[in-house]
């Protein structure tokens, strides 16, 4: 699969994804820091990659529809999150990637459980 990482998610995170076997691009390599969501959001629509974040903004569907894009993963992050909790919440993710369709949907990664938001039209 292919993915977008946010600026937020730093390299061991992509290091994860690597090793797994998939393709991404990040917002850091693209020199995107600091541009807005709603352009990450845009550029992920036309390259056609599903966007992984921290950023709880992109939770919101109606400012964020997910049925127009490979998928959109929030990763919700306890406080003081360190390293090693978030690549286990990482790997958490992709195992679920072989049992569960994310494409258009909103996926939300919580320690120790992952829910898929179902969009309207995207039941099923």
């Known amino acids: ?14 290091r994860v994804f690597r090793e797994t076997g ?7 390599d693209e020199g995107l820091q600091e541009t807005s969501d709603q352009t990450i959001y845009e550029k992920c ?7 992984v974040t921290l950023d709880l ?5 109606m400012r ?15 406080k003081n999150v360190t390293l090693d909790v978030l ?5 958490q993710f992709l195992r679920i990637l072989s049992q569960v369709s994310i494409e258009k949907q909103l996926c939300i990664v919580e320690m120790d459980r992952i829910r898929v938001h179902q969009t309207e039209g ?3």
Request: proline share 7%; net charge negative; charged share 25%.
């Open 64 to 78: 964020f529809p997910p049925e127009k894009t490979p998928g959109i993963v929030v990763i919700r992050t306890p």
């Open 45 to 51: 629509c036309a390259e056609q990659l599903c966007l």
């Open 122 to 124: 995207n039941e099923g």
């Open 57 to 61: 903004d992109f939770s919101n569907v």
């Open 1 to 14: 699969m292919r993915f977008k990482l946010d600026e937020n998610l730093g390299t061991s995170a992509q």
């Open 22 to 28: 998939h393709e991404i691009t990040t917002v850091r």
């Open 87 to 91: 690549e286990r919440m990482v790997s």
